[in-house]
């Protein structure tokens, strides 16, 4: 009798384990189906948390970028303020540019347009060099968007009525620009290149969609410097001396470059050595 006792309570007490560990091992198993399902294992949760740093550095870093250029003038040189009253047009430049005012829109104007669209005209230029021979950069406020035309050799940029966007346009092709990047004041900057035979320009059009007003910044990025059409011999000799000096402090030492100097054309990092401001300027635009 005991023996019958003994041995149903050694089966009792292997069904309840064997019950116990099956109970266990689903419950696991659930729990794994979840983990897998609905909740951040530790490896996803620490690529979450890697792409949240990643972004927020991101961020970080942008708006530093551009703190650091709208801060890049006033700690690097003394700047001067350039107002019209009239028009409310204000900018600031480094003090190593002389601003004088014109009256010729004629470079960013179709040619039909009223004489009336062009509201103001600057010439910018860098006090550092012979405004004799080197162009300067220039400042335009326009009215109605419409009569803009950035015109060069083989592309010209304007405002398209039907698209309501700012295309460039070649004999081949036309494509839409995308904003470049945006004034201290908030409005958007569009960039476009062009020019001719002679020489490019960066174009920096910033619109007022709401006034129906435009303003646009040409700063010089590569020249060619035609003394060889100087029929003075002293005056050619005056700015082959020049165009020389130039090429020395500038120049990159390299043969294929040479050939491209000889033709007269100036040394690219001449031009960006005095426009290193150049978006800085841009950017203070307010109008």
């Not at 069904?15 to 979840?34: A, D, G, P, V």
């Not at 250029?69 to 700047?79: D, G, H, P, R, V």
Request: hydrophobic fraction near 35%.
């Amino acid at each position: 009798m005991k023996k019958i006792l003994i041995l149903f309570a050694l089966s009792f007490i292997t069904i309840f384990i064997i019950y116990f560990s099956t109970s266990y091992q689903t419950k696991n198993l659930n729990n794994e189906h979840l983990d897998g399902k609905n909740k951040l294992t530790p490896s996803s949760s620490f690529n979450k948390k890697e792409s949240i740093t990643s972004t927020s550095s991101d961020i970080k870093e942008k708006i530093i970028k551009e703190l650091d250029l709208s801060l890049e003038i006033k700690n690097k040189t003394t700047l001067k303020t350039f107002n019209d009253d009239k028009y409310k047009v204000s900018f600031q430049y480094p003090e190593k540019f002389v601003i004088i005012p014109e009256n010729d829109c004629s470079r960013v104007l179709l040619e039909n347009s009223k004489e009336e669209n062009c509201l103001l005209s600057l010439s910018i230029y860098p006090l550092n060099v012979n405004k004799k021979y080197i162009p300067p950069a220039s400042f335009w406020l326009i009215k109605d968007l419409t009569s803009v035309n950035i015109y060069g050799q083989t592309v010209s940029v304007f405002y398209d009525k039907q698209s309501k966007s700012w295309v460039e346009v070649s004999s081949i092709d036309k494509k839409k620009l995308s904003i470049y990047s945006f004034t201290y004041q908030g409005k958007p900057i569009l960039k476009a290149q062009n020019g001719g035979s002679h020489g490019w320009a960066d174009f920096y059009i910033i619109p007022d969609y709401k006034k129906n007003i435009v303003a646009i910044f040409s700063f010089i990025q590569e020249y060619r410097l035609r003394c060889d059409l100087i029929e003075d011999e002293n005056e050619k000799r005056e700015c082959l001396n020049y165009l020389n000096s130039i090429i020395q402090q500038f120049g990159e030492k390299e043969k294929s470059k040479q050939s491209y100097y000889a033709e007269g054309w100036l040394p690219q990092e001449f031009f960006k050595n005095i426009y290193s401001e150049a978006e800085s300027i841009v950017k203070s635009l307010s109008f």
